[in-house]
């Protein structure tokens, strides 16, 4: 059996789980509560909220059966949608809610390196927040989070401003003005052109990219109110110390997002070279059909992608230092039953230990133990349970010595 293309063995979690540490302690420091939301999900809520001409919609969704009558539920592809719908859902009154969640997505892209259809975020959201600050605070947030909390130096971060609707009613107009005056156009930009315009910002293909080189911007035609904000954001930006590029392409892949948008890129991650983005999107409560409109901002980081970033400098992290392994030796089938309430004792008090009961010489015993890193070996033979001793033998020094087995917790002091 083959594990399923596009997804993942975690061997060794610890650089994960340093992810996920850091981010819980960078973010308590905004008053961020943790939620989990499920990993099924209708698929109805994504339909409306991403936007059925979106690549995820409408090639990407994993549909895995109908739900109750002819619901169809699916595996989520994204978060925001489905913290909106656990914030209306669960009658939050809290505004802005700040919360973060983290978990698997799932998508069915082609797998490459730092793409797959089985991947991790860190979803970051703040719900109910009209303020500009909170866009500011938001981008600062996980740019601290990056530069300090992870440590990484080797990224930029890219912001874009796509207005208000009207702003970008006009500038749909202007853009499309702008392709029909072209002799001609790739097939690519005639297929989205139709469906979801500003999309065309999306493709990658060099054809597709020198015509829009010369495109008209979102930024260019921003009404007077919307040109006003968005250089606040730049000054404010500034303000906290936040440096960045303007990049007037990007519009990110979906639909719900207006006014501020972002992504942090990092040229170590090579052709999928996002690890992360977000933005602004006043609009989703009222997309995914509630009455009342709730601005909110947030962003979501690519797990894997930071793991691939932080892989090739896993030396300099402060990573948690595992716990000094003590291996216990039983000589003899007798001495089992001593070594497996010996270990549950040391255990008790905070000793991590690893016992041997498959038999064998303590000849090969030990060369396990070493081999599993073993600080300290205990061993155990007929003499020492007779006169309730153990041998406590330092596995770097290889010096040993016959301690009483009640004072063997204070002889390791490894807890
Ligand atoms: P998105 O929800 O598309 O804005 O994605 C946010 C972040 O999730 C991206 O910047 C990537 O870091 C990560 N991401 C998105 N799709 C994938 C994927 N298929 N495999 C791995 N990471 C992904």
Same mark, same amino acid.
């Given at each position: 059996?083959?594990?399923?293309?596009?997804?993942?063995? +975690?061997?060794?979690?610890?650089?994960?789980?340093?992810?996920?540490?850091?981010?819980?302690?960078?973010?308590?420091?905004?008053? /961020?509560?943790?939620?989990?939301?499920?990993?099924?999900?209708?698929?109805?809520? +994504?339909?409306?909220?991403?936007?059925? /001409?979106?690549?995820?919609?409408?090639?990407?969704?994993?549909?895995?059966?109908?739900? !109750?009558?002819?619901?169809?539920?699916?595996?989520?592809?994204?978060?925001?949608?489905?913290?909106?719908?656990?914030?209306?859902?669960?009658?939050?009154?809290?505004? %802005?809610?700040?919360?973060?969640?983290?978990?698997?997505?799932?998508?069915?892209?082609?797998?490459?390196?730092? #793409?797959?259809?089985?991947? $991790?975020?860190?979803?970051?959201?703040?719900?109910?927040?009209?303020?500009? +600050?909170?866009?500011?605070?938001?981008?600062?947030?996980?740019?601290?989070?990056? &530069?300090?909390?992870?440590?990484?130096? *080797?990224?930029?971060?890219?912001? *874009?401003?796509?207005?208000?609707?009207?702003?970008?009613?006009?500038?749909?107009?202007?853009?499309?003005? /702008?392709?029909?005056?072209?002799?001609?156009? @790739?097939?690519?930009?005639?297929?989205?052109?139709?469906? *979801?315009?500003? #999309?065309?910002?999306?493709?990658?293909?060099? =054809?597709?990219?020198?015509?829009?080189? *010369?495109?008209?911007?979102?930024?260019?035609?921003?009404? @007077?109110?919307? $040109?006003?904000?968005?250089?606040?954001?730049?000054?404010?930006?500034?303000?906290?110390?936040?440096? /960045?590029?303007?990049?007037?392409?990007?519009?990110?892949?979906?639909?719900?997002?207006?006014?501020?948008?972002?992504?942090?890129?990092?040229?170590?991650?090579?052709?999928?070279?996002?690890?992360?983005?977000?933005?602004?999107?006043?609009?989703? &409560?009222?997309?995914?059909?509630?009455? =009342?409109?709730? %601005?909110?901002?947030?962003?979501?980081?690519?797990?894997?992608?930071?793991?691939?970033?932080?892989?090739? #400098?896993?030396?300099?992290?402060?990573? @948690?230092?595992?716990?000094?392994?003590?291996?216990?030796?039983?000589?003899? !089938?007798?001495?089992?039953?001593?070594?497996?309430?010996?270990?549950?004792?040391?255990?008790?008090?905070?000793?991590?230990?690893?016992?041997?009961?498959?038999?064998?010489?303590?000849?090969?015993?030990?060369? #396990?133990?070493?081999? $599993?890193?073993?600080? +300290?070996?205990?061993?155990?033979?007929?003499? !020492?349970?007779?006169?309730?001793?153990?041998?406590?033998? =330092?596995?770097?020094?290889?010096?040993?010595?016959?301690?009483?087995?009640?004072?063997?917790?204070?002889?390791?002091?490894?807890?």
């Amino acid at each position: 059996m083959q594990r399923v293309r596009g997804t993942q063995d +975690f061997l060794d979690l610890t650089l994960f789980n340093f992810i996920i540490d850091r981010a819980r302690r960078h973010l308590q420091r905004y008053a /961020f509560r943790e939620i989990a939301t499920p990993i099924l999900e209708p698929t109805e809520l +994504f339909k409306r909220s991403l936007g059925i /001409f979106t690549d995820v919609v409408s090639k990407e969704m994993y549909t895995i059966c109908a739900g !109750e009558g002819d619901e169809q539920i699916c595996l989520r592809p994204e978060a925001t949608a489905a913290t909106m719908r656990a914030f209306f859902n669960n009658n939050v009154e809290e505004r %802005p809610w700040r919360v973060f969640s983290w978990g698997s997505m799932f998508r069915h892209e082609r797998p490459q390196k730092g #793409r797959y259809r089985q991947f $991790h975020q860190l979803n970051i959201e703040y719900i109910g927040a009209p303020s500009l +600050f909170t866009d500011v605070e938001c981008i600062a947030l996980i740019d601290s989070f990056l &530069s300090q909390g992870l440590m990484l130096d *080797n990224y930029a971060l890219h912001l *874009n401003f796509l207005g208000s609707l009207e702003d970008r009613e006009r500038y749909r107009g202007e853009l499309r003005a /702008f392709l029909d005056a072209q002799p001609v156009l @790739p097939k690519a930009i005639v297929d989205r052109k139709e469906t *979801n315009l500003l #999309r065309i910002f999306d493709l990658k293909d060099s =054809d597709c990219q020198a015509l829009l080189a *010369n495109a008209p911007t979102l930024i260019d035609s921003l009404s @007077p109110e919307s $040109h006003a904000e968005w250089e606040q954001l730049q000054t404010l930006l500034a303000h906290v110390g936040v440096s /960045f590029v303007i990049n007037p392409r990007l519009v990110r892949g979906l639909d719900y997002y207006n006014k501020t948008v972002f992504e942090f890129v990092s040229m170590a991650l090579g052709a999928q070279n996002a690890l992360g983005g977000g933005g602004r999107y006043d609009y989703l &409560s009222q997309t995914l059909g509630e009455s =009342d409109m709730v %601005p909110s901002i947030g962003a979501a980081l690519g797990i894997e992608r930071l793991l691939l970033l932080l892989e090739s #400098r896993r030396d300099t992290l402060p990573l @948690p230092r595992e716990k000094a392994l003590v291996a216990l030796l039983p000589v003899a !089938e007798a001495q089992q039953p001593l070594v497996l309430v010996c270990a549950q004792f040391l255990r008790h008090h905070g000793v991590c230990c690893e016992s041997f009961f498959d038999g064998g010489s303590v000849k090969s015993m030990m060369r #396990r133990a070493n081999k $599993h890193g073993a600080r +300290f070996a205990v061993i155990i033979g007929e003499e !020492e349970q007779r006169e309730n001793l153990v041998v406590v033998k =330092d596995m770097v020094t290889g010096s040993e010595k016959k301690v009483r087995q009640e004072q063997l917790l204070d002889e390791l002091n490894v807890t």
